[in-house]
């Protein structure tokens, strides 16, 4: 990646993790070990790895852990922040909102799900969204999901759930549409923060459906060939444990909603 304005990251990491019990009764999830390594330090080293400089880390259960596990090790070599919710997990538009005054916003910055696990090229990410200069880059994947994201020629346009039949086209189509996963990723602009009119706890796809509306690019980048696996529960926590010990080739059935 081209050296310039430094590159931040955050990575949400305040979530409960109810579908982790027993193993976040007393353990973050972000804390979790995936084959020996916490959730939160693979994340870390991927993206210190693409080029971040700083480090954002939200947190609400159990946060003190984390905060301590990081500071006690500074194992990732970069400068780390970190911006609790005390009272309750934000989502992760509130989330990103309430870190807004921790972010230089000087370049576009990568924001990432402490539980998933993804060996895409996050550089080759980062310089996509700088190639085209979108609001938002969403990593996908095409996969099974429930919840998938509606995408075109030009990008997201929309969400469905084919659970409850629910369905969101934020603009008319360019083209056909396609439904693919997401895959727990993004590389934002830093405008994003001055386009946020929601406030709370609120999921960041509300924005991306609103600001798509309006004309905002929402852009997309593939990573249906690399290794992604996807932490939720405690029977895909074994499964990503058995992928990696086998050298990154995940069960067929580990295509979950990200």
Request: a negative charge; proline letters at 5%.
């Amino acid at each position: 990646m081209a050296r310039g304005d430094p590159v931040e990251a955050m990575i949400l990491a305040a979530g409960v993790g109810k579908r982790l019990r027993p193993h976040t009764d007393r353990t973050p999830k972000a804390l979790v070990e995936v084959a020996g390594i916490p959730m939160i330090a693979r994340v870390a080293r991927r993206l210190v790895e693409a080029g971040a400089e700083r480090l954002i880390i939200n947190l609400h259960h159990h946060a003190d852990q984390i905060e301590e596990y990081v500071r006690e090790r500074d194992e990732f070599g970069v400068e780390v922040l970190f911006s609790r919710e005390p009272e309750a997990p934000l989502e992760t538009g509130g989330g990103l909102l309430a870190a807004a005054g921790l972010f230089q916003k000087k370049a576009p910055f990568f924001l990432h799900n402490v539980d998933v696990i993804c060996d895409a090229d996050l550089g080759d990410m980062y310089a996509a969204h700088r190639s085209r200069s979108p609001i938002a880059t969403l990593a996908v994947n095409r996969r099974e999901t429930s919840r998938p994201l509606l995408v075109d020629d030009d990008g997201f346009r929309g969400l469905a759930n084919r659970n409850t039949g629910w369905r969101a086209e934020a603009r008319r189509a360019s083209g056909r549409t396609r439904e693919i996963g997401f895959a727990g990723i993004h590389v934002l602009s830093p405008d994003i923060f001055s386009r946020i009119t929601e406030r709370g706890r609120f999921s960041i796809m509300d924005v991306y459906l609103r600001l798509a509306a309006d004309g905002c690019l929402i852009d997309t980048f593939d990573v249906t060939d690399a290794l992604w696996l996807e932490v939720g529960d405690p029977k895909r926590l074994e499964r990503a444990c058995r992928a990696l010990a086998a050298g990154g080739e995940p069960e067929e059935e580990d295509l979950p909603d990200a």
